[in-house]
Nanobody, 125 residues
Framework: QVQLVESGGGLVQAGGSLRLSCAAS????????MGWYRQAPGKQRELVAR??????????IYADSVKGRFTISRDNAKNTVLLQMNSLKPEDTAVYYC????????????????WGQGTQVTVSS
């Protein structure tokens, strides 16, 4: 059993900042990648940022719409992923979902994808 607990959403004015946090716990052997997706009303869920580990190096990718404004980071020891969101715009308003790709056992070669419950981010103009 794996649990993802998200926090940090809320209401902020345009130009402001928020930081989202997602902590994974439970039966975790290893984590391949952690990331954030978002879904605005009437739109499909989209990737915001994702970070994967390659040995001692983390590799991050971002949606073009958030590059230069959002920063994703990961604390491997705490199985936590953070999303620092700066210079927020009204179009960033959405429910943000944490996503983790992990293995629950050393005997399982395939990883499983898990989703958080979502946290609302609202940016007022």
């Amino acid at each position: 059993q794996v649990q993802l607990v998200e926090s940090g959403g809320g209401l902020v004015q345009a130009g402001g900042s928020l930081r989202l946090s997602c902590a994974a716990s439970g039966s975790i052997f290893s984590i391949n990648a952690m990331g954030w997706y978002r879904q605005a009303p009437g739109k499909q869920r989209e990737l915001v940022a994702r970070i994967a580990s390659g040995g001692s190096t983390n590799y991050a990718i971002y949606a073009d719409s958030v590059k230069g404004r959002f920063t994703i980071s990961r604390d491997n020891a705490k199985n936590t992923v953070l999303l620092q969101m700066n210079s927020l715009k009204p179009e960033d308003t959405a429910v943000y979902y944490c996503n983790v790709d992990l293995r629950t056992s050393a005997s399982l070669l395939r990883s499983t994808n898990y989703w958080g419950q979502g946290t609302q981010v609202t940016v007022s103009s």
